[in-house]
């Protein structure tokens, strides 16, 4: 029950932050996280404001997307997490954002060039577009988990970004490292393009990441 109830309160702190740093506003975006010892996961509820969130507003889901615990309605996008944990086990947390930059981008249905040195490192390669599925729909997760696919990070079509990692923290750090390079991508165009790194050099950088970045 203590782990149900940390995993609640890291949702909350993580929708506090996307809030504060501008990656989404209003009640846009929702963030999840898997609660491996019980076998289910912790999902924002639908249309609640971030900055009044408590922890007891968390809903706890199987993966199933039967509700264990909680009194509010999930997320809409509950079928998109649940697609995600069922594809991808090394996934642990995912934070659905709709920021400016990344969403100008997934609006013009234009990914992510491996440009940018942490981008890179942190998502993988380059960000792809998904193919367009409306809010909530089974298909919205079918097409976000094959653009993912390799990937710690999607643009969704006309809709926003999404990022994911081993953990809430290293979700977030996705999704600002998604929105500054989306920013950086659109400087670059004018001044006449972006200049991609080559694969050797992106696989080299993610392996660094994965395997000696930081303190181990």
């Known amino acids: 029950m203590n782990q149900i109830m940390n995993a609640r309160q890291k949702v909350v702190e993580k929708g506090v ?3 504060e740093t501008s990656l989404t506003v209003g009640t846009w975006g929702n963030i999840s996280c898997r609660i491996p010892s019980e076998d289910c996961f912790a999902i924002t509820p639908s249309g609640m404001n971030y900055e009044t969130l408590k ?3 968390v ?5 199933n997307g039967k509700i264990l615990n909680g009194t509010r309605k999930p997320s809409i996008e509950l079928p998109l997490h649940l697609a995600i944990y069922h594809a991808r086990q090394d996934i642990q ?3 659905h954002t709709h920021s400016a930059y990344a ?3 997934a609006t013009a249905r234009k990914g992510i060039p491996g440009a940018v040195e942490d981008l890179v490192q942190i998502v993988g390669g380059d960000v792809r577009v998904n193919e367009y599925a409306l809010p909530g729909t089974p298909q919205l997760g079918i097409n976000t988990v094959k653009a993912l696919e390799g990937r710690n990070a999607v643009l969704l079509a006309n809709h926003g ?3 994911v990692g081993k953990d809430l923290d290293e979700a977030l750090r996705v999704c600002q490292v998604v929105e500054k390079s989306a920013k950086i991508i659109l400087f670059a165009r004018l001044m006449g393009g972006a200049i991609e790194l080559s694969q050797e050099d992106i696989t080299g950088m993610r392996n660094f990441y994965l395997n000696d970045y930081g303190q181990k």
């Open 93 to 95: 947390a995912i934070i």
């Open 103 to 105: 969403t100008a981008m």
């Open 17 to 19: 932050q996307i809030l």
């Open 161 to 163: 970004m999404l990022g």
């Open 59 to 63: 809903v706890i889901v199987d993966f």
């Open 55 to 57: 922890p007891e507003d």
